[in-house]
């Protein structure tokens, strides 16, 4: 049996979508590459397949748009928790970035009162 035409080119540009984050797709040392053909219902929704539901253990998704393509990336069960002090060391101290930020506002109430 013969795909539609429509169908032949997306499996043909599959490729171009098939960008992968290690942070996401590396499990137990080796990478996970899966790829779904998915139709979008007249809502707009589509359907995660069991099988990546069941490897994510995931309640919520982040969905992102990137122009070209979306991607759809689990969200732990506590995400604030999951950051604390991923970004540590980068940019500027709490202390810091509030102090510059009260100066900045300062400067800008100096300069409207002139």
Do not use: C, F
């Not at 990478?31 to 994510?56: C, D, F, H, L």
């Not at 995400?79 to 980068?90: D, H, M, N, S, V």
């Amino acid at each position: 049996m013969s795909r539609p035409a429509d169908e032949r080119a997306l499996v043909r540009t599959a490729g171009l979508y098939d960008a992968h984050d290690s942070s996401y797709n590396e499990r137990e040392g080796r990478a996970v590459t899966t790829s779904y053909v998915m139709k979008v219902s007249a809502n707009g929704q589509v359907s995660i397949p069991a099988e990546a539901r069941a490897r994510w253990h995931a309640e919520q998704v982040v969905v992102v748009d990137l122009g070209d393509r979306v991607v759809v990336r689990p969200l732990p069960e506590d995400p604030i928790t999951a950051l604390e002090g991923r970004y540590r060391g980068k940019g500027p101290s709490t202390d810091r970035a509030r102090q510059q930020a009260r100066a900045d506002e300062a400067a800008a109430a100096r300069r409207k009162t002139r």
